[in-house]
């Protein structure tokens, strides 16, 4: 590591630029406001933060403009700046530490925000490197910051090739890394406090960066794949870690304060287990000790809310090696994944959708001119028949494009929904595959809207409703409306897209709002602009569900046409055809992408880490359980004559007519056990005719009729969070043998547990649970 240090040194001399002293126009962005600085172009991005500015006689310094967001700590004096993003013509994040060189137009990025993070991460993944290389004398390869997605597992790691030696994988070994990083990230010095390591940059040809990375043959075959011939590529330091890498990082390693080695384990070079063996170490950091143990707080949380245990202890669904990625749905797991498609099916119809079904595997032919055969060919399963290749479908928008094709379709049917709930399949990696977040069999509630341009602003705010409701009001999950515009290669005309991205922001502000979704400049697909919808998990990690797009490709590609109003004012024969291969009298219809939930198996995933387990009435596998109390009768003379008055109603009683006094201590026992028979066939009778009123009423019930203590009882089934626990004997069903009339104390799941519940007939009952199943109600649910 020394040696590259070295090596460094003489690189700076030849390659090195000085910049030139001069004064340059820095504007520097911050939401609404803009400041204009002068500075000399040698000043660095983060010295620029202590430039004043205002009129003269109320100068203050810039980074007190622009708070809270930018914050300086006063016992560091570091900003919590990770680097800068330079806004002009094309947007791209550079190092907040170098000089400012030319006129420029930045705004700052903060560690909170996600580029700043991923800065964040990925200079910490260089600590990593450095320790690594000098605890293990590894030959690194590479080290990323993780996707916010992953960030309750790690936020980065480093590969490494290590000979001899192996990083273990025990707490003290892993804390070791760790001290080491914090160590190295804040560089003690006496007197001077954590000086920490500045980031320093260099771009050098590619040749001499092979020269600089000699020892390390895999680093060497990376910077040959990464970098052309003739090129030069950027080379870091910090301290005396020298590392190939595209940057940007931030200024000064004391921004990290705090370090967290989460595991070790085994990787392959490029992810290919053809290649060598290599060891992965996991990390995470924070700019403080309280931020840290925060976040390792919240992944403890996680990590006892995860699906895939919750789906498991549950006995909601299973994966076998025979079919990855597929998941299998018991009894209980079917009967949310059914409740979901019960009701998104009947909001379609409500919405007037054709709810329709389309065959699962079709010729490549179709995929060929749908376009996806050239573009998604590898995420496809695919298979002969016949000498002739087939394809299972990993969307439905070719098949709906068929199907509106199927006839001839005139203005007057349009807007024309369909909606189709039918089994798609990906080839996700084995590596990628999660629980139910990332299968490769799944459902989606798809659907595909065609209209009319004048239409299409409309149809955007119904779906954009329909999203509302079913987050809002159904499942009770928080989201974020994404606006995606036309990107640099962009299918279509620019007037198109401008008419486009006019309704769709229409529609958003009808729906949400003005200003209450996020834009994402040119983030569109190439066939036209799309509203993602991201929900926030429990872990606030963004996680895409729903999406309206879009599409001027596909009614293109599949010539898809309507009949116009134009069409009966003239005679067919005076018809000419247009340069889009329409005649007069005929328009091509706008296509709509929905989806609401999205795939239903990751929206089930979400709800199960959303509700830890504890689902609301309406989707809950586990709704009602019975608890029997078996019968218990008393042999004192007052009980033993109110049984034999209650069994000499029975025909053929042998002690009808006597009294107490005639009988023996045999007889009382009988006496005793005959009442208890009787009231137990009580309870028993009432418990079948429950258990069909339950069954009739499409209640998921159990029951258990154990001859346990009933606090025994009551703690067991607590812990399968059923909604209702219905606790009754023969006190509450004394009516039952002449009326039918059945009554019991029900708890409710989340009451207090010193509450005995609430006596309710069965009448009652169905009705506070109708009502509640009507309304998703969601009041013992812990979010």
């Known amino acids: 590591m020394s040696i590259r240090a070295a090596v460094w040194a003489d690189l700076q001399k030849e390659f090195g630029r000085e910049v030139a002293d001069k004064e340059v126009e820095c504007v520097v962005v911050s939401g609404e406001e803009e400041f204009t600085l002068k500075v000399s172009s040698k000043l660095s991005f983060i010295d620029l933060l202590n430039q004043e500015v205002g009129p003269e006689g109320n100068k203050q310094k810039l980074f007190t403009q622009i708070s809270p967001k930018i914050i300086r700590d006063k016992k560091t004096k570091n900003y919590n700046v990770a680097a800068i993003r330079d806004v002009t013509a094309t947007p791209f994040v550079r190092d907040a530490g170098l000089p400012i060189a030319e006129n420029c137009r930045i705004e700052y990025l903060t560690l909170e925000s996600d580029e700043g993070l991923e800065v964040f991460l990925h200079s910490s993944a260089h600590v990593l490197g450095s320790v690594m290389e000098t605890m293990y004398e590894a030959k690194l390869t590479h080290g990323p910051a993780l996707e916010k997605s992953k960030h309750m597992q790690a936020g980065f790691f480093y590969d490494a090739r290590i000979e001899g030696k192996t990083v273990s994988s025990s707490e003290e070994s892993l804390q070791s890394i760790a001290d080491a990083c914090l160590k190295f990230a804040q560089n003690p010095v006496e007197k001077r406090g954590n000086v920490g390591h500045a980031f320093e940059r260099l771009d050098v040809p590619k040749i001499r960066a092979l020269e600089l990375f000699k020892e390390n043959n895999l680093k060497c075959e990376l910077i040959s794949e990464k970098v052309a011939e003739g090129e030069t590529c950027s080379i870091y330091k910090c301290g005396d870690f020298v590392d190939f890498c595209r940057g940007p990082h931030l200024p000064n390693t004391n921004l990290i304060g705090a370090f967290h080695i989460e595991s070790a384990s085994q990787a392959y070079f490029k992810g290919d287990q053809k290649n060598v063996s290599l060891q992965r170490v996991y990390g995470m950091t924070k700019p403080t000790e309280k931020d840290l143990k925060a976040w390792l707080k919240k992944k403890a949380d996680a990590e006892k809310n995860d699906h895939r245990l919750i789906g498991r202890t549950q006995g909601l669904f299973f994966f076998h090696e025979y079919s990855p990625g597929s998941a299998f749905f018991t009894k209980l797991g079917a009967h949310i994944y059914n409740k979901m498609e019960e009701l998104m099916k009947s909001e379609c119809f409500l919405r007037g959708y054709d709810i329709v079904k389309t065959p699962l595997m079709y010729n490549v032919d179709l995929w060929k001119t749908s376009g996806h055969w050239a573009h998604y060919q590898e995420d496809m399963f695919s298979l002969d028949v016949d000498q002739t290749q087939f394809a299972l479908k990993p969307m439905n928008c070719p098949a709906h494009c068929l199907m509106f094709r199927h006839e001839s379709r005139s203005y007057r049917q349009l807007p024309l929904r369909f909606a189709d709930f039918g089994t798609l399949h990906r080839n996700e990696a084995s590596g990628a595959l999660s629980g139910l977040s990332r299968v490769r069999m799944f459902h989606q509630d798809d659907g595909h809207i065609y209209c009319t341009p004048d239409q299409i602003e409309d149809e955007i705010f119904r779906v954009l409703s329909f999203v509302r409701y079913l987050y809002d009001d159904v499942f009770g999950i928080p989201y974020q409306f994404h606006f995606s515009t036309r990107p640099a290669k962009a299918m279509g005309s620019v007037e198109t897209w401008e008419m486009a991205e006019t309704k769709l922001r229409a529609a958003l502000d009808k729906a949400c709002g003005k200003g209450n979704y996020k834009i994402a400049e040119g983030d569109g697909a190439f066939y036209g602009p799309k509203i993602d919808i991201k929900t926030i998990d429990v872990l606030d990690r963004e996680v895409q569900c729903a999406t309206v797009q879009l599409d001027f ?118 006496v005793r056990r005959m009442e208890t028979d009787r009231r137990q066939a009580v309870v028993e009778a009432a418990t079948a005719s429950l258990k069909e009123t339950m069954l009739r009423h499409r209640v998921m019930y159990s029951v258990d009729e154990s001859v346990n203590p009933l606090m025994g009882r009551l703690r067991a089934v607590a812990k399968d969070r059923f909604n209702y626990v219905l606790v009754y004997g023969y006190d509450e069903l004394k009516d039952y043998a002449e009326s039918g009339k059945i009554s019991f104390m029900v708890r409710r799941r989340g009451a207090k547990k010193a509450s005995k519940g609430d006596l309710l007939t069965l009448d009652e009952f169905f009705a506070e649970f109708d009502e509640r199943v009507r309304t998703f109600d969601k009041s013992d649910v812990d979010m």
């Open 553 to 670: 490709q596909l009614p293109e590609r599949f010539d898809l046409r309507y009949k116009t109003p134009e069409l009966g004012t003239k005679k067919r024969e005076d018809m000419e055809n247009k340069a889009d291969g329409l005649r007069e009298g005929e328009a091509r219809p706008v296509m709509i992408h929905r989806a609401i939930c999205g795939s239903i198996e990751r929206m089930m995933s979400m709800l199960i880490e959303k509700y830890k387990g504890a689902w609301p009435l309406w989707l809950s596998p586990r709704q009602v359980v019975m608890l029997p109390c078996p019968a218990v009768y008393g042999d004192s003379d007052e009980d033993i004559s109110a049984a034999l008055v209650e069994l000499s109603k029975v025909d053929g009683f042998k002690y009808a007519g006597k009294t107490i006094a005639d009988l023996s201590a045999e007889d009382r026992a009988e």
